[in-house]
């Protein structure tokens, strides 16, 4: 479906290349433009989110209750699917636009109440003043109703990658020209040179948003300066860090500005071909790449002699099995060569030696979407934007205990705080925030009195911590953080290739020493190694050891969690070890159970309904729990109906 705009240009006989007509001074294409971009519209218009988030959250039945109204007469509507805007926690999220007025958002919209809506907005031709969440223009309040701008959780961002998302259908490509999608690659084809696309990329300062934060010009310009008959451009959409969600959501809500960033990409390195390997557990963002993909196919934005400058360009999809070590990139290229997905060493690198022994270029989605708004509006208007050594946005997915859930884009420079109490609106649960989880397992835990720091690559890593992909999972005082250490390792663990030794046995050694943490009792055969009070030391040298000496990227990252968990709230540590007690209560293994013979009365329930057989006692005789036995499950304290079990 390649839209309106596409058909427009049809009946007017094709003139010239669909991109050059599209963004032309013609009256046609503007006018259809202007209707895309729904700068006037005559009868109302309805968008229902139907990203991953919001089909989870019920969307699929809000859009068939709009669409069965629509079909029946009862309303007088246009009905399209979005993508995701981002405000996850208010899903499923129902935009309606009314003629002569701005679209406003609707948030938590269930299909019971699609007949209200219909009848007081689509019908009334007035908004719901205390329903709706917000509108999308500039101004004074509106029937009581904020532009985007006023909101909190819109107001601190800055939108480049996310700039189209959720207000347009996914699957129109016509609509994703008429918000500016493929107008940098038309203007870099048309008037610019590959070396000087490659400056722009390099004078933008844009870096990698795959976490290492290495400048992509540079990447770009040794890929162009090597000589082959083929090279490569891959794109990295192997998103397996647990709480991120940026790269899906890109994908499933504007596709067509990652396949321009790719495009580009192979103008500028001499590239034609490019790869995208996104795993197979993100279908939705699959099926409208492959839709995206053929319809740029189709409008010859892609394909051979693309504008007829002579430059090809195609792109294939790879579906990863959800490895997580094939986010590292020369195990990604193994994979896409149909080998097992391992690292290996470096140097050569990709750039000189990558898929298939060419010249490859690796960015993730995230940083091949920034490309066409680089090309369109100038490196200087990137620079404009962050820090001087941290250029542009970056794209979080917030989770965690957070009152207001979801993906934003913040300028570079912004403090972690402004991100968790501004946009994320702060603790949900009413327990004091204590950590945030920044750079998912491969990155680091940030208490609270470090928020200040600002989002930036150098000031991150002098905290110890990393921009990582963008996962930023935050944590109350009902969180123990010896607990979060364990969950990161037993991930990196279970997801580490093998290959080296360090990663492989270190990974494992630091979570078992974790699990001795919190659990009662540490392992026999070892002669009670945490009650030698060496667990900590052991744990900090077999992290240092690992981050210096494993193979990859993802190995040397691996005991992040731990190291920032030691640095920051080592007394938790020191509870667990020396005290065997979880001060955040999780760790219900520490928690000790006993009977108390005033209290109890012999009935039996406790000892019928205990899973480890810890308890012993005869009917109408007083109950025990044996210690050595005792898991701390709690379902003893939970079936007692005569408060005979004490809990320290």
Same mark, same amino acid.
């Given at each position: 479906?390649?839209?309106?705009?596409?058909?427009?240009?049809?009946?007017?006989?094709?003139?010239?290349?669909?991109?050059?007509?599209?963004f032309g001074n013609n009256d046609d294409a503007?006018?259809?433009?202007?209707?895309?971009?729904?700068?006037?519209?005559?009868?109302?218009?309805?968008?229902?989110?139907?990203?991953?988030?919001?089909?989870?959250?019920?969307?699929?039945?809000?859009?068939?209750?709009?669409?069965?109204?629509?079909?029946?007469?009862?309303?007088?509507?246009?009905?399209?699917?979005?993508?995701?805007?981002?405000?996850?926690?208010?899903?499923?999220?129902?935009?309606?636009?009314?003629?002569?007025?701005?679209?406003?958002?609707?948030?938590?919209?269930?299909?019971?109440?699609?007949?209200?809506?219909?009848?007081?907005?689509?019908?009334?031709?007035?908004?719901?003043?205390?329903?709706?969440?917000?509108?999308?223009?500039?101004?004074?309040?509106?029937?009581?109703?904020?532009?985007?701008?006023?909101?909190?959780?819109?107001?601190?961002?800055?939108?480049?990658?996310?700039?189209?998302?959720?207000?347009?259908?996914?699957?129109?490509?016509?609509?994703?020209?008429?918000?500016?999608?493929?107008?940098?690659?038309?203007?870099?084809?048309?008037?610019?040179?590959?070396?000087?696309?490659?400056?722009?990329?390099?004078?933008?300062?844009?870096?990698?948003?795959?976490?290492?934060?290495?400048?992509?010009?540079?990447?770009?310009?040794?890929?162009?300066?090597?000589?082959?008959?083929?090279?490569?451009?891959?794109?990295?959409?192997?998103?397996?860090?647990?709480?991120?969600?940026?790269?899906?959501?890109?994908?499933?809500?504007?596709?067509?500005?990652?396949?321009?960033?790719?495009?580009?990409?192979?103008?500028?390195?001499?590239?034609?071909?490019?790869?995208?390997?996104?795993?197979?557990?993100?279908?939705?963002?699959?099926?409208?790449?492959?839709?995206?993909?053929?319809?740029?196919?189709?409008?010859?934005?892609?394909?051979?002699?693309?504008?007829?400058?002579?430059?090809?360009?195609?792109?294939?999809?790879?579906?990863?099995?959800?490895?997580?070590?094939?986010?590292?990139?020369?195990?990604?290229?193994?994979?896409?060569?149909?080998?097992?997905?391992?690292?290996?060493?470096?140097?050569?690198?990709?750039?000189?030696?990558?898929?298939?022994?060419?010249?490859?270029?690796?960015?993730?989605?995230?940083?091949?979407?920034?490309?066409?708004?680089?090309?369109?509006?100038?490196?200087?208007?990137?620079?404009?934007?962050?820090?001087?050594?941290?250029?542009?946005?970056?794209?979080?997915?917030?989770?965690?205990?957070?009152?207001?859930?979801?993906?934003?884009?913040?300028?570079?420079?912004?403090?972690?705080?402004?991100?968790?109490?501004?946009?994320?609106?702060?603790?949900?649960?009413?327990?004091?925030?204590k950590a945030v989880q920044i750079g998912g397992?491969?990155?680091?835990?940030?208490?609270?009195?470090?928020?200040?720091?600002?989002?930036?690559?150098?000031?991150?890593?002098?905290?110890?911590?990393?921009?990582?992909?963008?996962?930023?999972?935050?944590?109350?005082?009902?969180?123990?953080?010896?607990?979060?250490?364990?969950?990161?390792?037993?991930?990196?663990?279970?997801?580490?290739?093998?290959?080296?030794?360090?990663?492989?046995?270190?990974?494992?050694?630091?979570?078992?020493?974790?699990?001795?943490?919190?659990?009662?009792?540490?392992?026999?055969?070892?002669?009670?190694?945490?009650?030698?009070?060496?667990?900590?030391?052991?744990?900090?040298?077999?992290?240092?050891?690992?981050?210096?000496?494993?193979?990859?990227?993802?190995?040397?990252?691996?005991?992040?969690?731990?190291?920032?968990?030691?640095?920051?709230?080592?007394?938790?540590?020191?509870?667990?070890?020396?005290?065997?007690?979880?001060?955040?209560g999780v760790c219900t293994a520490l928690r000790?159970?006993? +009977?108390?013979? $005033?209290? !109890?009365? #012999? %009935? /039996?329930? =406790?000892?019928?309904? &205990?899973?480890?057989? @810890?308890?012993?006692? *005869?009917?109408?005789?007083?109950?025990? +729990?044996?210690? $050595?036995? !005792?898991? #701390? %499950? /709690?379902? =003893?304290?939970?079936? &007692?109906?005569?408060? @005979?079990?004490?809990? *320290?």
């Amino acid at each position: 479906m390649t839209g309106e705009l596409y058909r427009r240009w049809e009946e007017a006989g094709r003139p010239g290349h669909f991109l050059a007509w599209a963004f032309g001074n013609n009256d046609d294409a503007a006018e259809t433009i202007r209707l895309l971009r729904r700068e006037t519209i005559e009868r109302p218009q309805v968008f229902v989110g139907t990203g991953t988030c919001g089909l989870a959250s019920g969307a699929a039945d809000v859009l068939a209750a709009f669409s069965e109204a629509a079909a029946a007469g009862t309303i007088d509507a246009d009905i399209h699917e979005a993508g995701c805007l981002g405000f996850c926690r208010m899903e499923p999220l129902v935009e309606i636009q009314l003629p002569g007025g701005p679209g406003v958002l609707y948030g938590e919209v269930t299909p019971a109440e699609v007949p209200a809506i219909a009848n007081t907005v689509l019908a009334g031709g007035r908004h719901d003043a205390a329903r709706a969440l917000l509108r999308f223009d500039d101004g004074p309040p509106i029937d009581g109703i904020d532009a985007v701008a006023d909101h909190p959780f819109f107001r601190p961002q800055r939108r480049i990658v996310l700039s189209r998302v959720g207000r347009f259908d996914p699957d129109d490509l016509s609509a994703a020209i008429a918000r500016e999608d493929y107008r940098g690659l038309l203007e870099a084809l048309t008037a610019k040179t590959p070396g000087e696309t490659v400056a722009t990329i390099e004078a933008s300062g844009l870096r990698g948003r795959g976490g290492g934060g290495f400048p992509t010009g540079t990447k770009w310009k040794l890929a162009a300066r090597e000589q082959s008959d083929r090279k490569y451009v891959v794109m990295n959409a192997d998103e397996g860090d647990p709480g991120a969600f940026m790269d899906r959501s890109v994908l499933e809500s504007d596709p067509h500005a990652a396949i321009e960033g790719m495009a580009l990409c192979g103008y500028a390195i001499g590239a034609a071909e490019g790869y995208i390997y996104c795993r197979a557990e993100y279908p939705l963002a699959i099926r409208r790449l492959e839709t995206a993909i053929a319809d740029a196919r189709e409008a010859g934005i892609l394909g051979e002699n693309i504008l007829g400058t002579g430059f090809s360009f195609d792109i294939r999809i790879k579906m990863g099995a959800g490895a997580f070590v094939c986010g590292e990139e020369t195990a990604l290229l193994a994979s896409i060569e149909g080998k097992r997905g391992m690292p290996r060493p470096r140097p050569p690198y990709p750039a000189q030696s990558g898929l298939f022994g060419r010249p490859t270029v690796i960015n993730n989605v995230e940083s091949m979407a920034n490309i066409g708004w680089i090309v369109s509006n100038g490196p200087e208007a990137f620079r404009a934007v962050g820090t001087p050594g941290s250029p542009g946005t970056k794209v979080f997915a917030l989770s965690g205990k957070l009152e207001r859930s979801g993906l934003a884009e913040v300028p570079m420079g912004i403090s972690i705080g402004e991100i968790v109490e501004g946009i994320g609106g702060g603790s949900e649960t009413g327990l004091a925030l204590k950590a945030v989880q920044i750079g998912g397992p491969s990155g680091a835990c940030v208490p609270v009195d470090l928020w200040h720091t600002a989002v930036d690559y150098d000031e991150l890593k002098r905290i110890g911590a990393m921009m990582g992909s963008g996962g930023l999972v935050v944590m109350d005082e009902g969180t123990c953080m010896v607990d979060v250490a364990r969950f990161f390792l037993d991930f990196t663990t279970k997801e580490s290739c093998g290959k080296c030794t360090p990663c492989r046995e270190g990974t494992r050694r630091m979570r078992h020493i974790l699990e001795q943490l919190t659990t009662r009792w540490g392992d026999p055969d070892e002669g009670g190694a945490l009650a030698r009070f060496s667990g900590l030391i052991e744990l900090e040298r077999v992290a240092r050891d690992v981050q210096k000496t494993a193979l990859c990227g993802l190995g040397q990252t691996a005991p992040n969690p731990v190291l920032s968990t030691l640095k920051f709230f080592r007394g938790e540590y020191e509870a667990h070890l020396y005290d065997r007690r979880c001060p955040a209560g999780v760790c219900t293994a520490l928690r000790e159970y006993a +009977i108390d013979p $005033e209290a !109890c009365v #012999g %009935c /039996g329930r =406790c000892k019928k309904l &205990c899973p480890a057989n @810890a308890i012993v006692g *005869s009917p109408k005789k007083t109950h025990y +729990i044996v210690e $050595e036995k !005792c898991i #701390g %499950c /709690g379902s =003893c304290a939970d079936t &007692c109906t005569f408060d @005979a079990v004490t809990v *320290s």
